[in-house]
């Protein structure tokens, strides 16, 4: 009966305790500097994003003009009380109707819609409707009375169209397709801006971008930037803006922990040590070997080495028989051997120091006479 020998409990858990400390510092210390240094938002027109599609110059610029601006992704912020001040909501998201009247009733002094949804422009935007045709991206005039596009001039606009009530002020159109609208539901403002290219990091200082952006976002001192991420379970994306299913900060997470097990994996692998000449208690008899190189020089068809390695045996099993030195002369061999067998020296000194086999044939009829004499030497 075998007794197992592997680990148990505390072993395993001495053997394990060290590396897991390690993993879980090097794990805290990562998802530490990511929090320390990530924004607080993520994505296409983020006030925290310096790609093409974000809005971090717009941001800046706004700061630069004493804004205050508040970046968020949480419902929370959007829905507080929003008297004398503004609150930007992006363009995607996913919030449901609930979510939206929540909006309503936080009663901002001015709300700036970026190409809304259905949803949003009912629940905050009475009489505007998406009117189902987009712009291409060109300069357009403001055509409309609005200080805002007035001062700002000629802008790049793109993206969809709106249609508004007769109440509303509508820009950068042909008066039933408008980019821009603003219009005024009891005593607050709301801005309708279906062209949130024009205030992207790209596009920001083409024509009047800039100007357009900072006279519709920038009335308040007060500003909260809201991006609608994943508080809501409705699915009002018809833009196809839909947010992602995992959270970027979960990607984030991640990879701290690959590169957590990768700093493990090199501290803890086997590494190849220097090369050990070891001893090995093996013996290999000579006549061994001889047999080996005689069948190997027969297979490449070398007559002449397999017929010098069956002399070179035979006459090995000769010295000693007789007690010939190693470095004796042949002709004194093959006296010695004459004179102990009785057979002919001419012909005992072709056989062990004549030329190679031409054949086969040879190359075996040498081998089995070289045999015959080794026997007689040893049985005389």
Known sequence: MSTSVGRDA????????????????????????????????????SPDSTKSDGARALAALLENHNVAVHSTESLDDAVKSGDGKALLVGPSGALDDSDWQEIANARWSHLILIRPSTRALTALAPGVSLSGDSVTSRSREPGCDLPAAVKAGTVTVS?????????????????????????????????????????????LADDGNAALALNLIGTHQDLTWYLPQWESTGADSPDGNSPPLI?????????ALAFAVLVVAIWRGRRLGPVVAERLPVIVHAAETTEGRARLYRRSRARDRAAAALRESALGQLHKAHG?????????????????????????????????????????????????????????
């Open 159 to 203: 993206g969809p169209t709106y249609i508004a009530p007769e109440n509303a002020v509508t820009c950068y159109g042909d008066g039933v397709h408008n980019t821009v609208v603003q219009l005024h539901v009891g005593d607050q403002t709301v801005d309708v801006i279906g062209t949130p290219l024009s205030f992207t990091n790209d596009q």
């Open 324 to 380: 010939i030195p190693r470095r004796a002369d042949p002709s004194a061999v093959v006296a010695t051997v004459a004179a102990r067998t009785g057979r002919d020296p001419a012909m005992l000194y072709e056989l062990l120091y004549g030329l190679p086999p031409l054949s086969d044939a040879a190359l075996m009829s040498l081998s089995q006479q070289l045999d015959v004499l080794t026997q007689e030497v040893r049985h005389p």
């Open 247 to 255: 959270p970027p900060a979960v990607r984030y997470i991640g990879w």
């Open 10 to 45: 505390v072993e395993t858990w001495r053997a394990l305790r060290t590396p897991l400390l390690v993993t879980a510092l090097v794990v805290l210390a990562a998802i530490g500097v990511l929090i320390a240094t990530s924004a607080r938002t993520s994505g296409p027109f």
